[in-house]
């Protein structure tokens, strides 16, 4: 399983705000390392969202944020658009600076 | 503009050595704050971190992969080779390389297309 824990599945309807979890431990997110947020569309490759919490990079709309709280991270998604049905993972760092990704959260729009 | 493209077998037999190789351009691997990573991704799987090499030459190896991995780069190519010996079934999986920037905590930005690798006798 991995490091990080992330809901399976959310849904939204169009318009509405949905948020993913993606909990660590004090080894990760909680020893204060970053968390960037991915977007994976079906059949591609992943896409940074967010980076160091709450960046994004540019191209990605407003719509998407980022937050932490302890061991744990979110990403919000408002007014949520059928394009953004996705699968959404959460990455980190571990103390020995080794990568760790989330078990991934598939998005749908209802 | 930042590119990035892996190669390598699209099958191997069970405990083979694969041997991944990341082509890029638009950047160079002597610039400082600049890394490639590896990540794979097993059919309908999770995203799994594997390594990653930085501008110093500093590497990075996921734990429980450390001991079949090797990641090396070769600036004058404008190259990154991943190896992973020992192939098992359960290496199957579609892997990328990716850009890293450290100044945003090692984020991976940029992302190739992915290859797919199927590990079978």
């Known amino acids: 399983q991995s490091v990080l824990t992330q809901p399976p599945s959310v849904s939204g309807a169009p318009g509405q705000r949905v948020t993913i979890s993606c909990t660590g431990s004090s080894s990760n997110i909680g020893a204060g390392f970053d968390v960037h947020w991915y977007q994976q569309l079906p059949g591609t490759a992943p896409k940074l969202l967010i980076y160091?919490?709450?960046n994004r990079p540019s191209g990605v709309p407003d719509r998407f944020s980022g937050s932490k709280s302890g061991t744990s991270a979110s990403l919000a998604i408002t007014g949520l658009q059928a394009e953004d049905e996705a699968d959404y993972y959460c990455?980190?760092?571990?103390?020995?600076?080794?990568?760790?990704f989330g078990g991934g959260t598939k998005l749908t729009v209802l | 503009q930042i590119t990035l493209k892996e190669s390598g077998p699209t099958l191997v037999k069970p405990t083979q050595t694969l041997t991944l190789t990341c082509t890029f351009s638009?950047?160079?691997?002597?610039?400082?704050?600049?890394?490639v990573g590896w990540i794979r991704q097993p059919p309908g799987k999770a995203l799994e971190w594997l390594a990653l090499?930085?501008?110093?030459?500093?590497?990075r190896y996921s734990p429980s992969l450390k001991s079949r991995l090797t990641i090396t780069k070769d600036t004058s190519k404008n190259q990154v080779v991943l190896t992973m010996t020992n192939m098992d079934p359960v290496d199957t999986a579609t892997y990328y390389c990716?850009?890293?920037?450290?100044?945003?905590?090692?984020?991976?930005?940029?992302w190739g297309q992915g290859t797919m690798v199927t590990v079978s006798s």
């Open positions: 990716a850009h890293g920037v450290r100044q945003w905590n090692d984020a991976f930005d940029i």
């Open positions: 638009g950047f160079s691997l002597s610039t400082s704050g600049v890394g």
């Open positions: 090499i930085y501008w110093d030459d500093d590497k």
């Open positions: 990455q980190s760092y571990d103390s020995s600076l080794r990568g760790v």
């Open positions: 160091g919490y709450n």
